[in-house]
């Protein structure tokens, strides 16, 4: 059974950093693509950030181009988002995601697995 637990959200000022951070377990992990997402209230879930298995390909929402990097640590099963400079429009529920393929994981109704998420909030 795969398994993605986020850990790291709370609640910051405009210009704050935080780390996000989800361990996997119950898939390959070294073979899968992994990637984050979001979700306003009121608002659709939407697409953040995703990482390829081997690290070779990244992708990013334009919204957070520049602001927010994506890595992962096969050795410790676990991806990070790294949010730097953020917003109150960042603020959302953030999610985990993994599947086999970086084409999949880039959007909502083709993505494997998620994880539960956690509340990132923003305040100006």
């Known amino acids: 059974q795969v398994q993605l637990v986020e850990s790291g959200g709370g609640l910051v000022q405009a210009g704050d950093s935080l780390r996000l951070s989800c361990v996997a377990s119950?898939?390959?992990?070294?073979?899968?693509?992994l990637g984050w997402f979001r979700q306003a209230p009121g608002k659709k879930r939407e697409f953040v950030a995703a990482i390829s298995w081997n690290t070779e390909s990244t992708y990013y929402a334009d919204s957070v181009k520049g602001r927010f990097t994506v890595s992962r640590d096969n050795a410790k099963i676990t991806v990070y988002l790294q949010m730097n400079s953020l917003k109150p429009e960042d603020t959302a529920v953030y999610y985990c995601?993994?599947?086999?393929?970086?084409?999949?994981?880039?959007?909502?109704?083709?993505?494997?697995?998620w994880g539960q998420g956690t509340q990132v909030t923003v305040s100006s």
């Open positions: 119950g898939l390959t992990f070294s073979r899968s693509a």
């Open positions: 995601a993994a599947d086999v393929s970086i084409n999949r994981i880039v959007t909502v109704s083709t993505v494997g697995y």
